[in-house]
């Protein structure tokens, strides 16, 4: 890998380090009720993956990555084994905030999945693809899911994006100051005055995957090609 890549592998995750110290965990979010979730632990179940296929959109079934007022980078990509198509829950892997590759338990796999398609088709409903939380300051990151589209999409989200479909590409659903006690809008979003459940559980198991230790350099560099994550 080329040095300037390693370079600014090493200056973002430091960053995010402090980011997170200054602005993350020093101003507590407004409590509203305690998150919890029946899939909560996915990541101390999952086991390290020695031999992972490359990481490609092809298999690619969703991704989570974090803007920061000076950065971004990926919280969480899920992928498929290639060629797989009986179970492919049995050769799942994800791809972790510091770049570890871990392979899913399978019901972790099908739950994540579920739960990050059933985000996503909120807007083939007609509701907005940005929420904004409430927060009492304003450094708060924002928490993108991307997921990848079919390549002939239906009607229904032809219609909800105006036309504008491209097919295959990764449509973003954003949220912006997540935090998992804490689901009251900064504005209503149609009827709702807070997340939907639904969306607050996945954001919130996605938060398992900030990871620890070393920071896989080669392995996050692919990951932000893949997700088209620039240098800022």
Not at 56 to 73: E, G, I, M, Q, R
């Amino acid at each position: 890998m080329a040095e300037g890549s390693s370079i600014a592998t090493a200056k973002y995750t430091r960053q995010k380090s402090k980011f997170q110290q200054k602005c993350w965990d020093t101003f507590p979010y407004p409590s509203t009720m305690p998150w919890s979730s029946t899939h909560s632990g996915w990541r101390s179940r999952a086991t390290p993956h020695f031999n992972p296929p490359d990481l490609t959109s092809a298999t690619l079934k969703f991704a989570v990555k974090v803007n920061a007022p000076a950065f971004t980078y990926p919280l969480l990509a899920v992928f498929s084994a290639p060629g797989i198509s009986a179970a492919p829950e049995e050769e799942a892997f994800a791809v972790d905030a510091q770049g570890a590759v871990l392979k899913l338990a399978p019901e972790d796999y099908k739950a994540l999945t579920a739960l990050a398609r059933g985000v996503d088709a909120m807007q083939d409903t007609g509701v907005g693809a940005a929420w904004r939380v409430k927060s009492p300051i304003t450094c708060r990151p924002i928490h993108v899911l991307l997921v990848p589209q079919p390549e002939q999409p239906t009607a229904a989200v032809v219609a909800a994006e105006g036309g504008k479909k491209e097919p295959g590409a990764l449509r973003e659903t954003s949220v912006y100051a997540f935090g998992k006690e804490n689901a009251q809008l900064s504005k209503p979003v149609g009827e709702l005055m807070e997340l939907p459940d639904a969306m607050r559980e996945f954001f919130g198991l996605v938060e398992e995957a900030e990871g620890e230790g070393d920071a896989d350099e080669l392995t996050l560099t692919k990951m932000k090609a893949l997700l088209n994550i620039g240098e800022r």
